[in-house]
C-alpha cells in the first residue's frame, strides 16, 4: 500500500502565484486532513474532511481552499501565496472521524518569496 | 476545547540513559491521547495511543506512556536512548472531531 502521498514534496512560489498540493490515500478512509508545520508551533489543522463532499474549516483555513470529490482525494489550494504560507505541509487521512490512528503523507516544503 | 502542553522544546540526552517527555492535557472528559514521531524530513509515525484501555502504554522502538488522570498527564518514556531516537516528539489530543498537536519535543541524543 502506497498509504497517503502528497505531490509535490518542494515547491516555491512567487507572492501572488496560486497553485494545488496533491493528496491522495488508497486505505478507503473517510476523514482526510491538512495541516502546516511551523517551527515551535507543532501541527495546525487548515481544512478537513469526514467524506466525499464535506469539507469544514480547522485553526487556520484563511488563504486556503480545500475540496473532495472522491474518497481518495483532497487537494489544498493556495489561492494568492503569501510569505506567511512559507512552510510545511502534510496531509493526512483517518478511517473514520473517531479516535483512530492517522496517517501522514511525507510533506511538502513551500517557500514563498 | 482539548489541549496538550509540552514544555522542554529541546531535550538532550546521553545514549544508554533514560528518556522523559513530559506531556500534560486539558479536557473536559476522558481524552484519547497519542505520542507521534518525526524524523527529519520525514512524516509522522504514530509511536502509541491510549484510548481509555490500560494506563500504561506500550508502544514501538520501546517507547511507552502513562495516563494519569490525577495529575492530567501523558508522559512519554524509553528506558534506554539510542542514536535513533534522535527525532521531534509530539503528544496529541483527539477531540471534537479534530487532533490538536502539542509544540513537540526535539530530542538530541549524545553519544
Known amino acids: 500500500n502506497a498509504g497517503v502521498t502528497q505531490t509535490p514534496k518542494f515547491q516555491v512560489l512567487k507572492t501572488g502565484q496560486s497553485m494545488t498540493l496533491q493528496c491522495a490515500q488508497d486505505m478507503n478512509h473517510e476523514y482526510m486532513s491538512w495541516y502546516r508545520q511551523d517551527p515551535g508551533m507543532g501541527l495546525r489543522l487548515i481544512h478537513y474532511?469526514?467524506?466525499?463532499?464535506?469539507?469544514d474549516q480547522g485553526e487556520v483555513p484563511n488563504g486556503y481552499n480545500v475540496s473532495r470529490s472522491t474518497t481518495e482525494d483532497f487537494p489544498l489550494r493556495l489561492l494568492s501565496a503569501a510569505p506567511s504560507q512559507t512552510s510545511v505541509y502534510f496531509c493526512?487521512?483517518?478511517?473514520?472521524?473517531?479516535?483512530?490512528?492517522?496517517?501522514f503523507g511525507q510533506g511538502t516544503r513551500l517557500t514563498v518569496v | 476545547a482539548q489541549s496538550v502542553t509540552q514544555l522542554d522544546s529541546h531535550v538532550s540526552v546521553s545514549e544508554g540513559t533514560p528518556v522523559l517527555l513530559r506531556c500534560n492535557y486539558s479536557?473536559?472528559?476522558?481524552?484519547?491521547l497519542f505520542w507521534y514521531v518525526q524524523h527529519p524530513n520525514k512524516g509522522l509515525q504514530l509511536l502509541l495511543k491510549y484510548t481509555s484501555a490500560a494506563t500504561l502504554v506500550k508502544g514501538i522502538n520501546g517507547f511507552e506512556a502513562e495516563f494519569k488522570k490525577s495529575e492530567t498527564s501523558f508522559h512519554l518514556t524509553k528506558p534506554s536512548a539510542h542514536m535513533s531516537d534522535a527525532a521531534e516528539y509530539f503528544c496529541v489530543i483527539y477531540g471534537n472531531n479534530r487532533l490538536a498537536f502539542g509544540k513537540g519535543n526535539q530530542v538530541v541524543v549524545i553519544p
Open positions: 474532511s469526514v467524506g466525499a463532499g464535506i469539507t
Open positions: 479536557s473536559s472528559y476522558s481524552p484519547s
Open positions: 493526512a487521512s483517518r478511517r473514520d472521524s473517531m479516535n483512530t490512528e492517522a496517517f
